[in-house]
């Protein structure tokens, strides 16, 4: 009576397994606290996915775990930094068709779903070229009138907060890759239409030798989100990349208590965003006063 | 004051029904005012503890400084039970909190191991509390008790009872080193028996040291001896309770094993030293809406 399927062979009215599209925090992949989801929608706003809609309360677990391993992350080497971006490069590359649907199912063309993912994976390793190079560009001995040797080092800012751009993943790489570049840990708010991409781009990383923690990544709403990340005093650098000079401002204000810097990005089109200054804007200049016998 | 000549006759501990009644009691949602509520307690129960081989006078002045006032910008707080320091530190503290009602607590009796002859632990007891200890914590001999000595373990509480005249004893039973829970609840009767003011968990020196099992399981032992004899033993969970959360969901336990009257700083302390750091941030979150970072808190 029973009926034999030949091995390999799928059937045709199988139910196709769908994935949870989860958080990535700390290293690991958990639901929001809350308990709480969206849907994400494609083009023609029928729904292709459920994403957890992150409450205050995930962002600050999301910043405690950026916090623990911020120091670890700065205190590896420059050089072994840009081994791992690279390594994420590969990791992309590698799931470069898997990107590709996904932007496809939100909306983007094939052939610009291509290029796209190139395009990240690209940036990815420009900026594995540069951890180990910028220290030398842009350190400096200074002349000074005394007799002192007095030079000035760039050092990570700490945790960032990353407000991710619409552009979903090129965008994404071209905000998060220059700040972990330089030895910041981020937490990552995806609030855009098309969410997937990030999510997925947790998997990269978890299977890059990124350590835990150095990139957190939250779905959910802006609204929710960008304030307590905005105002908690562990956060040290804000990197707000969105168009809306209203949400560029609130943060701002909110971003007063502790005196964040935060830098603003309302780039639309990501595809030229790649320098050395996105590394630099999220470093604190260190300069030193030695002092010199005559 | 009673020896041991009663045998201590306790109860077999079901290990499994305690973990579902500490899953239980952790389920409990405290927030908002009540929050609140329970953080200042929770200040108010704190003795605040450095016990390390490097510690100096300076050290232990600035621990007290910090009991003293535990944040410069919020003067309405409650202050914290006590300092804990070594025997040789418990002039310098007792100097530093002179007149506040903060009370000085001495571990004593060869802490943290108690591996030194009976004649020695007593003479330090004498001497921390001549120095001005309002409190002593003694560890009890492990060794013996394991070995099933329970004549010797309680006759050297007794002794050491003796010793603190009119400080208060606290007695750290090491449940870390004990093993079992049927073991902490004998340790729990035979040290409330023997002439403990107070029952303490750990030294913190040994992981696991204040875990909710192992505080649920002395907590019964006080209530039990409470509807035995009337007395009221406080209750010392130490080593391990480092956030807000831990120390909240350990007054929910005590309030539903023990009830209000045991929510007092005269008879629940908690050991710790970075738990005021976390209570004190959550404090300032409470009130402020913002998320605070450590680096505001001093020490």
Redesign the interface.
Known sequence: MSEQRPAGAAAADRLPVLKTHKVYVGGRFPRSESGRFDRALGPDGTPIANICRCSRKDV?DA?TAARAAQAGWAGRTAYNRGQILYRIAEMLEGRSAQFETLLAAGGTAPDEAAIEVQAAVDRLVHYAGWTDKFQQVFSSVNPVATSHFNFSILEPMGVIGVLAPESPLLGLTSAVAPAIAGGNTTVVLVTGSQPLPATTFGEVLNSSDVPGGVVNVLTGRSDEMLA?LA????VDGLLLCSPDPDVARSAEIEAV??LKRVAVRPHEDWTDVQSPYEITDLQEVKTTWHPIGS | MSTTAAPVESPPIDAVGVEERVARLCSRSIKKEAKLQALHLTLSMIDLTTLEGADSEGKVRQLCAKALQLHAALPDLPHVAAVCVYPALVGVAKRAVEGSGIHVASVATSFPAGQAPLEIKLLEVRKAVEAGADEVDMVISRGRFLAGDLAYTGDEIASVKEACADAHLKVILETGELGTLDAIRRASDLAMRSGADFIKTSTGKIKPAATMPVVLVMLEAIRDHYLRTGEKIGMKPAGGISTAKDAIRHLVMVRETLGQDWLDPDLYRFGASSLANDVLRQIVKQRS????????FSL
């Open positions: 600050r910043v307590p105002a908690h005093r562990d208590h502790n | 809406g913002i998320y605070q970072s450590f680096d505001d």
